[in-house]
């Protein structure tokens, strides 16, 4: 299965919840589609060339799960599930196709509580309700944190 991570900018917590998610999801691999040349400590399957990550997605398709990291691979419906993540006002440079992504995505990660929706999406995917549960725990932790910074920037 391809789970796809994107959101409306940096800064939203795409790697911490990608990692989180390879976490819990059986035979994970993690892939990052990324636009800066990889730093020291940026994690294996780093790409900067869209066909070099779309050759190692379909080379590694039959692995389990991927979780990929990327706003731009998004758009192209490669994904089994797709996850957004929104802004955090006043600290994230939103992105231009902020809302494009957001209504192609599944589950909607924002402060504006939008997990109403959560549960069924994943059981229309996957068979194993305590991996459908540490999935949605994993999703309102995340959810939780945005809108916590929310609040924190509310206060400034």
Known sequence: MIWM???????????????RLCDVLPDSVYAK???HSPQKGK??????S????????????????????SNSL???GIADLTVFIDEIPG?????????????ISD???SASGRSGNWKNVLEGKIKDQKLINLLLEIFSDHEN????????KLRE
Do not use: Q, W
């Not at 379909?58 to 692995?63: F, I």
């Open 5 to 19: 991570v994107c959101g409306a900018g940096s800064g939203v917590g795409k790697t911490h919840l990608s990692f």
């Open 33 to 35: 589609l990324g636009h």
């Open 43 to 48: 994690p294996e399957n780093y790409f900067t």
């Open 50 to 69: 869209r066909e070099k990550i779309l050759k190692f997605i379909d080379d590694n398709a039959d692995r389990g799960n991927l979780v990929v990291e």
């Open 74 to 76: 998004a758009k192209t």
């Open 91 to 103: 600290r994230t440079d939103v992105r231009d196709d902020r809302v494009e992504l957001m209504n």
């Open 107 to 109: 589950i909607i990660i």
């Open 145 to 152: 944190y945005i809108e916590s910074a929310v609040r924190e």
